[in-house]
């Protein structure tokens, strides 16, 4: 069960959070996880992980019939990923502010897409679009016992 933590404007809540083949290829795993580190979110699970076909066809079964969905799921298989759990009041939608647009040219500067993509089916990160796909993101691409239950001692600094 996830601890809770009350918070007042928001709930708490879990976003999956992957870096893609590309930006791990660009050398970006450390940058992409600092912005999350540094917003304030705590990390429940991390991994580097080769994606097989079929995870990747259930994790983005809506799109199965779009026509850039078989180079979706080649893209996605190319090379390992790093899966991350992060938690947090309203985590999945700030999540998906500090990732940016789906087409990085129309990501803001300051947001991940906007400031190290180009294209969009190289966009270098997946972020959740709701608490419920992130639990649901979470169970798919995590085991059980691959989270940590802890508290960072920073907690009384970032909620009031
Ligand atoms: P996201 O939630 O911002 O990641 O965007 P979507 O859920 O709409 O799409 C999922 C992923 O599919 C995107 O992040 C892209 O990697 C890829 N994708 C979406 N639209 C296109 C497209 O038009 N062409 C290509 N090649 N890939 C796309
Ligand atoms: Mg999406």
């Known amino acids: 069960a996830v601890p809770q933590r009350i918070v007042a404007s928001s709930e708490v809540e879990r976003s999956y959070i992957m870096i893609k083949p590309d930006g791990v290829q660009r050398g970006l795993v450390g ?5 999350f580190e540094k917003k304030g979110f705590l990390l429940k699970g991390l991994k580097l992980f080769q ?10 079964k809506d799109l199965k019939d779009k026509p850039f969905f078989p180079k979706l799921i080649d893209y996605i298989t190319s090379g390992p990923v790093v899966c991350m759990a992060w938690e947090g009041a309203g985590v999945v939608a700030s999540a998906r ?3 940016g647009a789906t087409n990085p040219l129309q990501a803001e500067p300051g947001t ?3 400031d190290l993509a180009v294209q969009t089916g190289r966009n270098v990160v997946h972020g959740s679009d709701s608490p419920d796909n992130g639990k649901r ?6 085991k059980e016992g691959e989270l940590c239950q802890w508290e960072s001692v920073q907690a009384p600094w970032l909620i009031e």
Request: charged content about 35%.
């Open 97 to 99: 502010k500090l990732i």
């Open 137 to 142: 993101e979470i169970e798919l691409w995590f």
């Open 51 to 60: 994606c097989p076909k079929d995870l990747a066809q259930e994790h983005y």
């Open 112 to 114: 991940i897409r906007g």
């Open 31 to 35: 940058e992409i996880i600092s912005r």
